[in-house]
Every structure is written in C-alpha cells, then in structure tokens.
C-alpha cells in the first residue's frame, strides 16, 4: 500500500526558504505525476505544482517564481521549497499523487499533510 | 484561470436526507472535475473524478453529475460519516483550481 509523508521544519523566518520533502513508501514513483498542495488555516486548497518522475516540472504562475519542486526517485523522495517566505505562506502543506489515467489526473493519493508556520 | 463557485456554503441536512452540492466555472469545461472530501484535522479524500466516475472505494450513494459550468455532487442518503466540507476541482488545465468548499453539517 502507498503511502505518503511529509517532513520538514514546521517554523520558518519571513523572508527565508521553505523545505519540505515527501518520501513515497510501499510502490515505485516511476510513471507517476506527484504535486504539492497547501492549505492555509481554516481556508481552502490551493495547488502548487507538480513533477512527472523523469524531473518535469509544472508551477501555478501565482507561485512560479518562488517555488521549486525536484525529485529523486532512487530515495522515492520529492521535494517543494518556496522562497522569501512572508506570513501568507502559513499553511498546512499536503504532498500526493495523481491517479493513473490516460489524460489530465486528479490526485487520488494524499499525504497527511504537514504545518507550516511563517513566524519571526 | 477557472473559478469554481461552489454553493451553497453550509448545507445543514439530518442523516438519511439527500444532499446537492453545486460547482460553477466561470467558463465552460470539459469532463475534468472532480470531488473531494475532508473531514477535520484529515488531508482530502478523492470521491468522484470525470464528472461522475466514483474513485476506487466510494460508496454508491456519492454520484457526480453535470456538464458545461454546471456540475453537482450528490450523496443520496446521508450517512453520519459524510458530514464533512466537500470541495470540486477541475483539473484538466493549468493552474488546477478548487472550489471555496460546501460544508455539509448536521442539523
């Protein structure tokens, strides 16, 4: 059974870079599109990006110039980190996957998400 | 970039009743929305994808419907379990988009 987790600091400085990872357990990442999703507290989903395995890359353009998402499949690891971080970055950060269907894919796979607090 | 308005914002419905959840796009879509559910404290729970194909698990009850910028949920008898905020997404351009959510509640 695939699972999903999250990990990284979850108290970051305004004005620095946010890290977090997400390791894949239990199936491979090959063949798999993979996005980062936040949630701000009491708000609703705002999707991020997401990365096909072989490293291509796709942002939401409100978010493209801070963020980066990279992966590495021989840890089943991917990766989001966002820069100049400022307190609206407050969010609870979800990693998963999307179902395998021909064509565009929901996600079908979510991690149990991460807080993430923007604080001095 | 898609809207999706969800109504209405809060749904306060009894177990056993029907509940009618609706999404609007700002523009016509094509079949490329899908439902999911959240329940505190829970990361999202993928119901319905394709307008109306029920994901891996999901009972019957849950069935997805619409076309155009029209599309609703429906969760024909409420079980005490699907109380819950459900949110729509279309997912078949860039960026992918959520609806704001409707809570279903118990009244």
């Known amino acids: 059974q695939v699972q999903l987790q999250e990990s990284g600091p979850g108290l970051v400085k305004p004005s620095e870079t946010l890290s977090l990872t997400c390791t894949v357990s239990g199936g491979s990442m090959t063949n798999y599109y993979w996005s980062w999703i936040r949630q701000p507290p009491g708000k609703g989903l705002e999707w991020i990006g997401y990365?096909?395995?072989?490293?291509?890359?796709v942002y939401n353009p409100s978010l493209r110039s801070r963020v980066d998402i990279s992966v590495d499949t021989s840890k089943n690891q991917f990766s989001l980190k966002v820069t100049s971080v400022t307190a609206a970055d407050t969010a609870v950060y979800y990693c998963?996957?999307?179902?395998?269907?021909?064509?565009?894919?929901?996600?079908?796979?979510w991690g149990q998400g991460t807080m993430v607090t923007v604080s001095s | 970039e898609i809207v999706l308005t969800q109504s209405p914002g809060t749904l306060s419905l009894s177990p056993g009743e029907r509940a009618t959840l609706s999404c609007r796009a700002s523009?016509?879509?094509?079949?490329?929305i899908a439902w999911y559910q959240q329940k505190p404290g829970q990361a999202p729970r993928l119901l319905i994808y394709g307008v109306s194909t029920r994901a891996t698990g999901i009972p019957d009850r849950f069935s997805g419907s619409g076309s155009g910028t029209d599309f609703t949920l429906t969760i024909s008898t409420l079980e005490p379990e699907d109380f819950a905020v459900y949110y729509c997404?279309?997912?078949?351009?860039?960026?992918?988009?959520f609806g704001q959510g409707t809570k279903v509640e118990i009244k």
């Open positions: 998963l996957r999307h179902l395998a269907v021909a064509g565009p894919k929901p996600f079908d796979l």
């Open positions: 997404q279309e997912y078949g351009s860039s960026p992918r988009t």
């Open positions: 990365i096909f395995y072989t490293g291509t890359a």
């Open positions: 523009q016509t879509l094509s079949s490329y």
